[in-house]
């Protein structure tokens, strides 16, 4: 005996602990009811050692304590490692999350199916921007785990990861990016967003926001080495070039200009020109006449004989020396207004806000346009410069009614009051 308790030979000892461990209790408990009956020496080392090899109560056995947390190692470059995942569906709607560790940039696609041969199409597309990661970390979706991925990830030499099945904390950083995709769809479209503005709404704010895991910086920073362009960027004042970029433009076009013979060439409102205008993978010179300047080299040119206005460049346009015309005749710019009842001012961009609505109808030439448009030298017609104006018979021709004449909407900056 010691004290009160039994001594328990070697060769019955094991009998002894099948005993008080037939309710498979643990080893407290066990050790418990021992201390009351029996001893023998290193028992507490024979209980527990019992219970660990107790079939049974290893498989009933609860989830041991979480090991400690290895996060994945950060890469030394962009766009090295990939992590994928799908969110959805959304309104039936699937999105394949593609998120980069180094800079934290999402790509997400939308889709309507989520099997292996969309999944790959969708990596082609990104990869063809961002080009081929090495390592791609994955769940074991079967869209993952089919060959024809295996395939594909080979073929591309990337290594392909797949993630302990069912621990989605392997892959924490794209299951993270899901959740906040979530969340974030689901405020925003409480606002009456549809989905794809919603989402393209949220790549942009969280693409170009700072975060403190990136020191401060955007995910476009690290991507691509500087911030993109958003509507905040309004608030700051617009940043001018540098003079060392300055000086390389200046000598860029002074390498240009001297390769060509090139040579400064200006037209003031007014000018007369022959354009050239291109029709059918051809063109011609036809004459215009300068309406204003746009910018450094571009012009709006009035077409005379077409009477339209289009844009051209310097380098399309041809100085044309107007020919001699006689008393009476009109320029052909003045013949287009006047064809329309209006006068020709001086200036020819100031916009009418409320336009004449007698501008719409058809204009009548009264007796001082027909006297205008006659010249007593000519006997049938009038020449003036590239187009040929008809003269007025004194015997009255009468003419059929003619549709309503509306000049088009591109001609709004140019609408003339009557004078």
């Known amino acids: 005996m010691f004290g009160d308790r039994v001594i328990v030979p070697e060769m019955f000892r094991r009998r002894i602990l099948q005993q008080f461990h037939r309710g498979h209790s643990g080893m407290v408990r066990m050790k418990a009811i021992a201390r009351s009956f029996v001893f023998w020496p290193g028992i507490d080392n024979d209980i527990e050692d019992f219970v660990k090899h107790c079939t049974p109560c290893l498989l009933a056995a609860k989830t041991p304590t979480k090991t400690t947390l290895e996060s994945w190692p950060i890469p030394a470059k962009p766009w090295s490692r990939i992590h994928i995942d799908y969110a959805g569906p959304v309104d039936g709607v699937y999105f394949l999350i593609i998120v980069d560790p180094f800079s934290k940039w999402p790509e997400i696609h939308p889709t309507k199916s989520t099997t292996t041969k969309t999944t790959i199409k969708l990596l082609i597309q990104t990869f063809a921007t961002f080009g081929n990661p090495e390592v791609i970390v994955s769940d074991n979706g079967t ?105 390389n433009r200046k000598n860029q076009n002074n390498s240009f200009n001297k390769k060509h013979g090139a040579v400064k060439r200006a037209f003031q409102h007014g000018d007369t020109v022959y354009v050239k205008v291109h029709r059918a993978n051809s063109w011609q010179w036809q004459p215009a006449t300068v309406i204003e300047k746009i910018g450094t080299v571009n012009y709006n040119v009035f077409l005379e004989d077409q009477h339209r206005l289009i844009r051209s460049h310097a380098n399309q346009l041809n100085a044309r020396v107007p020919e001699p015309s006689t008393v009476g005749n009109p320029t052909p710019l003045s013949v287009f207004f006047d064809g329309f009842g209006l006068t020709a001012p001086k200036a020819l961009n100031v916009p009418v806000d409320n336009p004449d609505p007698q501008l719409l109808e058809e204009p009548v030439l009264d007796e001082s346009n027909e006297a205008s448009l006659t010249n007593d030298s000519s006997e049938d017609e009038v020449v003036g410069n590239e187009e040929s104006v008809p003269v007025q018979s004194s015997t009255p021709i009468l003419e059929r009614g003619r549709r309503m004449i509306q000049l088009p909407a591109r001609f709004k900056p140019y609408w003339m009051m009557k004078p």
């Open 143 to 247: 869209q993952f785990s089919s060959h024809e991925f295996q395939d594909f990830c080979t073929a591309q030499g990337i290594r392909h990861i797949r993630i302990a099945p069912y621990h989605p904390q392997s892959n924490g950083l794209a299951e993270r990016f899901v959740d906040t995709l979530k969340r974030s769809l689901r405020k925003m479209r409480t606002g009456g967003e549809s989905l794809e503005e919603a989402l393209y709404t949220f790549l942009n704010v969280y693409r170009s926001t700072p975060t403190s895991d990136l020191n401060g910086k955007a995910p476009a920073e690290l991507m691509f080495g500087r911030p993109i362009r958003t509507i905040s960027s309004l608030l700051k004042p617009t940043e001018r070039s540098t003079d060392s970029t300055f000086r």
